[in-house]
C-alpha cells in the first residue's frame, strides 16, 4: 500500500479524491500496489463528507508521517505551496502538483530538491489539465530539437472566442455566458489577459528548451480588444483567431510570446474549439504533432494528477531525470520577430490604399460587404518594421498576427 | 558511451542512423550518455555510405558483443524480426522497434521476455509513426478506464480520402497520385484494405484493456469500395468519409473495427487530413484527448525509434512495468453493436420512401442535386437489425457507418 496525502480539498483536490476512488482497481494495477489516500489537508470542515475522517489541519501530521510516499499539491498560489513542496521533498516524499504558479516561479528549485533527496517533483496537470503534454515532452520527444510550441492553454478564452465566432455575440456578452456557465471566474483577468496561458508556455518552453524561461519576460496580450468586427474578417480570410502562447526557435533566437491570432483553417490549432485546449509541437525530425484534450474541470486536471501519483508510485526511490536548468533563458527581443499580420483601417478608397502601400509596401485587401473600412494583410516583416509604419497609420483599429 | 545496433538500413533504420547524427548533442543529453551506433546489420552492402564502416552481416556478431545495450529492430516482418528480439532479449539487450507486425503477433512473448531479463521491449514507432501515444497511453492515462480509442491510423488511405474529397478525384486516381507520390506502396493492398490499421490498433487496444487483442478478430474493411459519390453526401451531411480503427467499451464488452466512418465536422477527427494520423482516446476521466501527428515517413518514424533508445538508456537495468498480459481479450460479437447508418439506394419516390420506412422505421433523408438515389440516415440499430433490413432493401448501393 502506496500512501497519499492530498494537500488542499478544492475543486482538483476533490477530483483527485473521486479519481482515485472510482478507478481504484485500474490506478492500483498501474501503479503496481495500492494507492491509499491517508490525509487531506485543509483549513476548513467538510462535517459529513466522508473526507472528514482523514481530513487535517496541520501539515506537520503529514510532512512527520514516514509511511505518505506521495504528497498531491492542489492549493494553488506559491505560498505556502513552495514551502509545503520543499519540506515534502527534503522528508523524500514525492509530490504532485497541477499549480502552474507554483511550477512557473519554483519549478528548477523543486526539480533540484527532488533530485538532491532521490525522489519526484511532477506537474503533469499544470498545463494543459488532463491533456498528457510534460511527459510526452520530457520522455517522448526526446530525439528532437524542438523548433515551436504553440498552445490553446487557456479554455475560458477559447471558449469566448468559440462563443464569439458561433453564436455572433460580442466579447461582453460572451464573457458574461462563460461566467454564467462557471467556464469564467467573476474576476477574470487572468485567463482574458493571458496570464494563465503565458505562465503555462513558460514551463513549456522550460521543458522544450531546457533552460529556465521566466514568465515575466514573455509579451503578453490578452482577448479583452478582440471585437466581433474581427471576427467577421477572420471568418472572411477562413481564419479563427485563437489565444495563441507560444514560442519557437529562428536560428540560435528563442521567441516567445502570448497574444490573439489569426489561425488559418489548414492549421491543426484552428478546429480546437470551445473549453478544448490543446498544444502543437513542431521538431526537427518528428514534424508537426498535436496534443489535445480538456484543458481544465475538476476530473480531467485529477486524472493528470493521479497520473503523476501512478508514476511517482512506480519509481519509488528513483529519481526521473528532467531536463530543466535553472540556467535562465534570454528570449529574443519580439521586436526582431518576422510576421504577418491583419489590419483594420477606418477609411476607405485610393487615398488610403496609397498610404498604406506607401507605409507597408506590397499588401492583400480584405474587404466586408457594405463596411466602410480597410482591411489588409502585410507581408512578412519585422515587429519592428511593422510598429513603426503602424504607428504612422490614419484612422487605425486594430491589427492581429497571424499565426506562422 | 552507450552502444546501439541497428537491424536493417532500409527507410527506418537510415533515418534512426540520421536522427541520431543530426540531434546527437540534444540525444546524448536526454539519454544521460553518448548514444554510439556500433553496428548496422543488413545482408546488402553499401559502397560509399558513412554506414560501411559499421555494417555487418552476421547478427552473431551483434549479440555477443555485450557493450551492446540497445538494439533497434526496424527490419519489419514477424521473421526474423522476433528470433533477433527474443535472442537480444535473452542476452540482457533492450529492443527498440518500429514494427508493427512483430508487436501485433508477439507483444506479450517479447514483453515477458524484457520482464524476465530486466530490460525494455519498446514500441512507440509500431502505431502512428512520429506520434507519442504508447508511452502517454502506458505512462500518462493511467488514472483512466479507456473507454474509446479511435484512430486514423494509416496515412496512405488518409491521403486517398483527403484527395478524394478535395480535388473530387475518385478512388483509383487518388490511388495513382498516391502511389506517384511515393505514400502507396504498388502493392497497396495492407494499406487500402485495412490490414495495416487492422494490425495497430490491436496493438493500442491491448494496451488499453491490459489483455492482449489478437488483430485476426478485428473485423476489417477497407476503402476501395468508397466512391466519390459517397463523398459527395458526407460533404451534404457536413461530414468527412474516415477509415477509422476502433475499440470501445460498452458496458462489459469491448468491441473492435476497421472500417470507412462518416466523421462530423465537430470531431476532432474531421480535421486530420492528408498522410496526418491521429489517435482519440476517450477516458472516463480524462474525458476525450486526441494525439495528432505524422504517421509514417523517414524521419517521424525514426525519431519516435530514437525517443524509445533515449527511453533505454535512461532505463538501463530497470524493466518498465507494461500492462498487457498474455491472456486473450474476447472482443463482442460486432453485431450487437449499435450505430446510425448511413444508406443510398438507386431508386427515388413515395413506394422507395415506404420501402425504406417499413425496413427502419424512421429515418433522415439526404438528397443530392439531380441525382436519381435516396440517401438516408438510420436511428441506432443494432447492426445485425440493420444487416436483417439492409439485406430486404431493393436496388441498395452502399452503406457506411457514422462515428458515434
Chains 1, 2 share one sequence.
Not at 482538483?12 to 490506478?27: A, P
Not at 514560442?247 to 470551445?274: C, F, Q, W
Request: charge should be negative; include cysteine.
Amino acid at each position: 500500500m502506496i500512501n497519499v496525502a492530498v494537500l488542499g480539498y478544492g475543486t482538483v483536490g476533490s477530483g483527485v479524491v473521486e479519481v482515485i476512488n472510482t478507478n481504484r482497481e485500474i490506478i492500483s494495477k498501474k501503479a503496481g500496489d495500492e494507492i491509499n489516500i491517508k490525509y487531506v489537508l485543509d483549513l476548513r470542515e467538510f462535517p459529513g463528507d466522508p473526507v472528514e475522517k482523514i481530513l487535517v489541519h496541520d501539515y506537520e501530521t503529514i510532512l512527520k508521517d514516514d509511511s505518505v510516499k506521495i504528497v498531491v499539491e492542489v492549493m494553488g498560489g506559491v505560498e505556502p505551496a513552495f514551502t509545503f513542496a520543499m519540506k515534502a521533498l527534503g522528508r523524500g516524499k514525492n509530490v504532485c502538483t497541477s499549480n502552474k504558479e507554483l511550477v512557473a516561479n519554483k519549478g528548477p528549485e523543486l526539480l533540484k530538491a527532488a533530485k538532491e533527496n532521490n525522489v519526484n517533483f511532477l506537474f503533469e496537470a499544470s498545463c494543459g489539465g488532463g491533456i498528457p503534454i510534460i511527459r510526452p515532452l520530457n520522455s517522448s520527444l526526446t530525439a528532437d530539437e524542438i523548433l515551436e510550441i504553440s498552445g490553446i492553454l487557456n479554455g475560458t478564452t477559447n471558449y469566448i472566442l468559440t462563443q464569439m465566432a458561433d453564436c455572433e455575440w460580442d466579447f461582453d456578452k460572451a464573457l458574461k455566458t462563460a461566467q454564467d456557465k462557471g467556464y469564467a471566474e467573476r474576476n477574470p483577468e487572468a485567463d482574458i489577459e493571458g496570464y494563465d496561458a503565458c505562465r503555462k508556455i513558460a514551463i513549456l518552453s522550460s521543458l522544450a528548451y531546457g533552460k529556465t524561461v521566466d514568465y515575466r519576460d514573455i509579451y503578453t496580450e490578452g482577448i479583452s480588444a478582440v471585437t466581433s468586427m474581427d471576427i467577421e474578417y477572420a471568418k472572411k480570410m477562413e481564419c479563427a483567431i485563437k489565444l495563441i502562447a507560444s514560442s519557437r526557435r529562428e536560428k540560435d533566437n528563442i521567441y516567445a510570446l502570448v497574444t490573439p491570432m489569426l489561425v488559418k483553417k489548414e492549421h491543426p490549432l484552428y478546429s480546437v474549439n470551445g473549453v478544448f485546449n490543446a498544444v502543437f509541437v513542431k521538431g526537427n525530425m518528428v514534424g508537426e504533432t498535436m496534443f489535445y484534450g480538456s484543458g481544465a474541470g475538476k476530473l480531467p486536471t485529477a486524472s493528470a494528477v493521479v497520473g503523476d501519483v501512478v508514476d511517482a508510485a512506480r519509481h519509488l526511490g528513483e529519481h526521473i531525470e528532467v531536463s530543466w536548468e535553472d540556467e535562465k533563458l534570454t528570449l529574443a527581443e519580439e521586436e526582431n520577430s518576422e510576421n504577418r499580420y491583419f489590419v483594420r483601417v477606418g477609411a476607405k478608397g485610393d487615398d488610403t490604399d496609397k498610404k498604406i502601400e506607401s507605409l507597408f509596401g506590397s499588401v492583400e485587401y480584405i474587404f466586408l460587404d457594405g463596411i466602410k473600412e480597410t482591411g489588409f494583410v502585410t507581408g512578412n516583416m519585422t515587429e519592428k518594421k511593422f510598429n513603426e509604419a503602424y504607428d504612422r497609420l490614419d484612422e487605425k483599429i486594430t491589427r492581429i498576427r497571424f499565426k506562422a
